[in-house]
């Protein structure tokens, strides 16, 4: 069998490109769920930020009472650790927290912290809060208490 090299092939004949449209109903689909899903996003991070008012509230008033420059730091510390209590007992079950006082409470907050921070100071803590007192001061850092307090409430749970 012999080829024929005289014979020519016609050009090949190539549809037309299908252009690249959002008409199509499938598109339309794609785009619906996906601004749904966005808006699902938005509407769960919503709940998330109205959930978390409470710390929002807890630091802002904690930083108030930093801000404010007294020497009177034996009533700063009840205060905040009040407003720690308040914190906790949104959180946690009542019953566990609302029990906590003295040397477990404290416990209880350095155990949600990385390293123990109350239970080094719990002498100047529970003589601020319980006598009224502030002994040991020149130990104590304030603002580093506040701080650390700030850093509870805002990743205790």
């Known amino acids: 069998?012999?080829?024929d090299n005289n014979s020519t092939l016609s050009p090949i004949i190539e549809a037309p490109p299908i252009p690249f449209t959002m008409e199509t109903l499938g598109w339309k689909i794609v785009f619906f769920l996906l601004a749904l899903?966005?808006?699902?996003?938005?509407?769960?991070?919503y709940l998330k930020y109205k959930?978390?008012?409470?710390?929002?509230?807890?630091?802002?008033?904690?930083?108030?009472l930093k801000s404010q420059n007294t020497t009177a730091n034996d009533t700063l510390i009840p205060q905040?650790?009040?407003?720690?209590?308040?914190?906790a007992l949104q959180t946690y079950d009542r019953k566990e927290v609302a029990a906590l006082h003295g040397t477990s409470w404290l416990n209880f907050l350095d155990e949600k912290l990385k390293k123990p921070f109350y239970t080094n100071h719990s002498n100047v803590i529970t003589d601020a809060i319980y006598k009224n007192e502030l002994k040991n001061a020149d130990s104590f850092n304030f603002n580093e208490f506040a701080e650390t307090s700030i850093t509870w409430i805002k990743k205790h749970a």
């Open 80 to 87: 905040i650790m009040f407003i720690i209590k308040q914190t």
């Open 37 to 45: 899903g966005l808006l699902f996003l938005i509407y769960k991070f």
């Open 51 to 64: 959930h978390n008012a409470y710390r929002r509230a807890a630091v802002s008033q904690i930083e108030a």
């Open 1 to 3: 069998m012999q080829q």
